[in-house]
C-alpha cells in the first residue's frame, strides 16, 4: 500500500463518518423524538399495537435471532472475513437446537444449537482463511449446505418419532422467562389508561419486563460483552486488527490466521445461538425454512449499525419491530405508514437545509404517495407486510451504505507472508 | 548482528545467495542495491517474514532462526517498513501496543501503554500524539509511529526499507538525526535504501547487493558515489537529462483554474493553471498526498472537476468521459500501474487492447480482433525491449520494470499527443529507468506535451522543461530545472521557500511565485 | 469481495490461447472439478454408511435409474433450466457481481410473462416472443433495482439481491390471488395465471428414443444463449469492458470504462437471462404459473456457476450433473434413503471445487512464474537479475 492509497481512500464517502459519531446527548434526544413521534401516530390512528406491551414484547423476542446473527456478522467481519454463511449456520442452530432440545432438554439444545453453528463458522474459517476462498462464494455454498444437511438429518432423525415428521422435530420444552414482579402489573394499568406518551412508555417498558425469556437475557449480555471484549481487551485489539490491516498485524507477531479462525467459528456460534432462540423460545420446536432469512437480515443490521455493538442492536430493534407489527397485522403496517412519511419530511426538511433539492424533491414525492396510500386504503396487504422488514433494509441501506464504515481489508483474501 | 551464506528461492528465480553481512553494535550499517537486487526479500528474512532456504544468522553471537515476525522482535530486531503497516482506523496508541499490549485482568490498559509511549516519545525526540488516529497523520508522523512501534518493542537492532522514499531532504535530515541518536543510545540501525548520497551521509558502513548476492562491504569514508554506482550495477547510474530544447509555442495541453474537492469539501486541487506545449515536458514536484494524483485524475476525466476547463488542443474538453480524452490522443502511465495500469491475471495482449479497446488495431466495429492486437502486442514486447517469453503470459508474471515499459509502449502506440505519466520510474530497475527517460525523450522530440508527475526529485529536475511546485493542491512556485538544486526543491515543497525565500531565489532566481 | 471475476474467471477463460502451456492448463481446469466431485461422493459415502446405508447399493439405484431413457428426458429438461439460472449468475460474475437475486427475478418475470401471455392471442412465434420478451424485461427490471442501488446509493449488490428476492416472494404472492392475476385451476386447490393458449407454447422435441418424453423445445434456445454469452465476453469490446471491469475495477476506469454504466448494464444483462429461467417450465409444460412452480432455482444457478467457472461449457456439464443428481434421486427413497442426501452432495461439490480451483490457481501461478523466470534466464544469462527478480516481490500483491 502506497502512502498516496492512504490518504486517499477509494470511496471518498467512506470519510465521512467523523460527521456521524453521534455524543450520547444527541442519541437520547433522537431516542426521545421517536419515542414521542410514535405515541402521536398511535394517538392519531388509534392503532394501539404500535407502542403496546405485547408488541414490545414480541419485538424483542423478534430481534434475538437477528441480533444474534448480526453479532455473529460483527465478529468475523471485524477480523475481516464477510459472512454471509450466517443464515445457513443458524440453520444449523435451529436443528441442533430442535433435536438435542427435544430429547435432553433445552439448555441441552442450547448448547448443541451452539455448537452446530461453530461447525458452520469452522466451514467457512477452513474455506476463506486457509484456502482464500472468496468469502461470498464460501458463505452461499454454506448456506446451501446449511439447507440441505438439516433436510437429510430431519428426514433420518425425525420420520418416526412421535410429534416428528420429515420436515419438523418434535416439541421442545421452553427456557424459562422472567418477569419483573410488581412493576408488570402496575405497568399494565398505566398502559391501559391510553393516554398520550405516558400510556405509550408504559406499554414500552412492561414490553421490556414481562415474559423475558433467560436467552434474551443472555442475548443482551452477549452483545455487551462482545463490545467489551472487541474494544477493551488485547485479544479484541488484536481480532480488529486482522480487519484493518492483516500484513500490519502479522508484522507485529499476531497470528492473524488463529485470530480469524477464532471470530469465525464465534460467528457461526453466536448465529447457532440465534437460531436456538427460533427453535426452542420462539416456536419450541426445529420446522424447515424456520430460520426466513434471518441470518441476512441480521447481516443488514450489523451493516445499518455501522459494524458496531450499538448500532447492530438498535438495528436488531428496528427489524425486530417491523417483524412483530407484520405479524399483528396490516393495519398496524398501516398506521406505520404515517410514521413514515412524517420521517421522511423531516429528512426532506433537512436535505433542504443543506442544500440538495434533488434529495428533497425525492423525499417529498415519497411522502406524498406514501401518504396518499395511507388516506386511500384501511389496511397494507399481508403479502406486503411480510416484506416490511426486507423492505426496510433496503431503503435504511440506501439512505445510509454511503455514510457507513466498514474495517479497512473486509472480505479481502489474506495469505500470510504477502505484501499488502 | 551476523548473516552467514543466505539463499532465498522462489519459483523461477533465486532472490538471493550467499549473502553475508556483518553488522556492528551501535553503528549504522547501510545495505544498498538497486530495485529488484533482493534487498526486500533479504530484510524480510531478516525479520522472520520469509525463511531462507540456506544459511544462518546470528545475534549477539548466538544462532537464531525466525519462523514469524514474533520471534525476531523476541531477539530485539524491529523493522520500520517501506510500505507502512499501520492501520487507518485505528489510533496510534492502538497501532503501537498491538501484539505486546500492556494488560491488567484481561483488559487492556490504555493508560499505561499512554505514559509507556510518551516516554519513549519524550526521550527519542518523536513527538506524536497517541490519540489521533492515524489516517489523519502526515507521512512523517507516520514514519515516526512505525519507529515507536519498534522502540515500544524494545527492539535493539532496527531496520529501515527505503525510510527516505517518502520524504523530502528536509524531512530526510530530521530522520538521520533522529537515527544518530538511536545509535548514541547504543542501538544498532540496518539502513537499506538505492540511494547512495544519502547512504554515504548516514551509515559507518556500507554493504552492497548485486543481483541478489552481497558483492562488497566499503567504508563510506573512502568510496564515492560513482564507485558506488559501479558496485551497485556495474556500470555508471543513468542520468536523467534533455537535450536541446524542443519546446515550441503551440499549447498542447491547457489546464485553467482547475479545482478538485474532496468529500469533506476541502480542495484538493486548488485552482491550478498551466499549459504544455508541444514538445515540452513539464514536471510537477511536491511532497506525496498534496493533490497530484487528484490533478492527475481531473485530467483524465477519472475525477468530477468543481470549476475549471481542460483543453486539448485548443479544444475544451472538460466535459469528456475518460475514453473519449483517451481516443483524442491523450496517454496515460499511471502512479500503481498494478491497480490501474495492468489487468495481472490477464495475458500481456489483453493489456495491450486495456485503455485502447475503441481502436485499432484491437478492435474491428464492436469485435476485438485478437489476431490484430496479438501481432500489435509482439511488436511493442519487441520494440520497448519487454522482457517476455511470450504474449501469452500473465502480466503479473513479469517484473516490475518490463511491466512499465510494457505500459509505456502501449500508451506510445495510440498516436499520442499528451502523454500523462505518473511516477514512471517507480520501483523499477536501472535498466528499464534508463529506457523509460529515454522514452520520455522521444515523446519529447516527437512533439508531444507531456506531464511528469513524480517524487524522485533528481527525475524531475533532469527531464523537466518547466517545473512546478505543488503544496496543499495550489501550485506555489515554478522552479528552473537548469538551476534549482534537490534541497532547494525539497523546501519549495514543504512551504518552506516562501519564508526562506530570499535562500533561494539568490541563486539565478531557480524559485520565484507563479 | 476483490477480484473474484478474475479469480473464478481464470484458467479455462484462456482456454483458446495457443501457448505450448495451454493443454496443462486445460488438464488442472478439468482436474479440479474432477476432484472435487471424487471428494463429495466419498464424504456423502461416509454420511451414507454412518447413517447404516450402503453407499455403494444408493449410487448404483442412482446410475441405473438415471440411464432410464425417461430420466434422460427429465435431466435434460431440469438441466436446461438450471443452465440459463447458472448464465444468468455467471454474467454477474465475470464483473464481480453477485447476483443472488436471480431467484427472484425469474419468479417474478415469470409470473407476468405468464399472466400476459395468457391474456393474449396471437400468431405462434410472435405469441412466444412476446412471453419471452415481458419475462426478459421484468427480469432485467427486477436487477436493475440492485444496479442502480449500487450505483446511486453505494448499497452492495449481495444485500439488496437478496432482499429483492424476499420482496418478490412477497408482490408474486400479492399478485397470484384470484382477485388479481390468477384462476382457480379446475380439479385442484391450485391456483395459477390463465393458462397459455396453444399458440404461445413451445413444443417438445423428441430426442430421447425408447420413451414417449418431450425434451423442452427451450433447449435450443438455452443452447444458443450460451453461444451468445460466450461471444459477447470474448470477442466484443462490450465483453471486454465487462471482463476487464471484474479483473480490476481501477484498472478499468483508468482505461476509460464507465464503471457505473457497465454496473448497470451487467445487472440488467443478468437479470433479462435470469427473466429466461422459468420459460422452459412456463412454454413447455405447465402453460401457466401456479403456486407449484419450482423455487429456489437461482441458488441452483450460483453453485453452477461456480462449479462452471463461469465458462458456457463448464456451465452446461455442472447443469447436466446437478440435475442428473436431482432427477436420480427420487429412487432412493426405494431404497430407503433420504433422497436429501444428494442436496449434501451437491453443497459439498460446490465448497470443495471453490477450494480446488483456488489451489489449481496458485499452482499455475507459481509454475508460470517458474516459466518466465527460467525462459528469460536461459535466454540472457546476464540479466536474471533485474528480469524476472521483482515479480517474487510484486506478484504476490
Redesign the interface.
Known sequence: ????????P????L??QSSLRLSGPILLLGVAALLLLLSVVRALTGVDSLTSSGTVNAALGLAVPIGMAGLGGLWAERAGV?N?GLEGMMILGTWFGGWAGYQWGPWVGLVAAVIGGALGGL?HAV?TVS????????G??????G???T??LS??AFEGVEGGG?TQSPRVANLPSFTVPGLSGVLGSVEDQRIVVVSDLAGIARGLVTNVSALTLIAVALVIGSFWVLW???????L??CG??P?????????VYRYKYAAVVASGAFAGLGGAFLAIVAASLYREGQTG?RG?IG??AM?FGNWRPGGLAAGAGLFGYTDALQLRGGNAVHALLLLVVVLLVGVTVWNLLQRRPVAAATGLVAAALLLWWFLATDAV?N??T??AP??T??LV???A??RL?M??AD???Y?R???? | MELHGITKRFPGVIANHDVDIAVHRGTVHAIVGENGAGKSTLMKILYGMQRPDEGTISVDGRSVSFASPADAIAAGVGMVHQHFMLADNFTVLENVVLGSEPTTGGRLDFSAARRRIAEISDSYGLNVDPYRRVEQLGVGDRQRVEILKVLYRGARILILDEPTAVLVPQEVDELFANLRELKAEGLTVLFISHKLDEVLKVADEITVIRRGTTVATVDPGTVTAPALAELMVGSELPAPELRDSTVTDQPMLAVEGLTVRGPEGRALVDDVSFTIHAGEILGVAGVEGNGQAELVEAIMGIRPLERGRVSLDGEDVSHWSTRRRREAGVGYVPEDRQRHGLLLDAPLWENRVLGHQTRPPNVRGPWIDRAAARSDTRRIVEEYDVRTPGIEVAASALSGGNQQKLIVGREMSGEPRVLIAAHPTRGVDVGAQAAIWEQLRVARAEGLAVLLVSADLEELIGMSDTLRVVLRGRLVAEVDPRHVTPEQLGSAMTGAASDTGTATTTRADAVTAP | MSGIGARLGGLTRRGGSRSPASGQRLLFGLAAPALAILFAAALTSLVLAAAGDSPLAAFRAMVEFGADPASIVNILNKATTYYLSALAVAIGFKMNLFNIGVDGQYRLAAMLAAAVGGAVNLPGPLHVALVVVVAMLVGAAWAGIAGLLKVTRGVSEVISTIMLNFIATGVVAFLLSTDRLAVSIQGSNNIGTRPIPESGRIPGLALVPGTGGKVFGFIVIAALAGVAYSVLLNRTRFGFDLRTTGMSESAAVASGVNVKRMIVAAMLLSGAVAGLVGMPQLLGASYSYGLDFPAGLGFTGIAIALLGRNHPVGIAIGALLFSFLDVSSLILDFEDVPPEIVIIMQGVIVLSVVIAYELVRRYGLVQQQRRVGEQLAAEEPDSAGPGPAAPSDEVRA
Not at chain 1, 1 to 8: I, V
Not at chain 1, 10 to 13: E, H, M, Q
Open positions: 500500500m502506497t502512502t498516496t492509497e492512504l490518504e486517499r477509494i470511496d471518498p464517502k470519510r465521512r464477510v454471509i466451514i474455506a484456502f482464500g476462498v472468496d468469502h461470498i462464494v464460501s452461499v455454498a454454506i448456506n446451501l449446505l439447507a440441505g444437511a433436510r437429510y428426514a433420518l420429515p477493551r481487551t488485547a485479544f479484541g485489539l488484536r480488529r486488527s484493518e490491516n500484513v500490519a498485524a502479522e508484522s507485529l507477531g499476531v497470528n432469512g441476512y447481516l443488514a451493516i396487504p403479502q406486503f411480510f416484506f426486507h423492505l433494509t433496503l441501506l440506501s439512505l451504505a454511503q464504515r474495517p479497512a472480505g479481502q483474501p495469505r507472508g504477502q505484501d499488502r
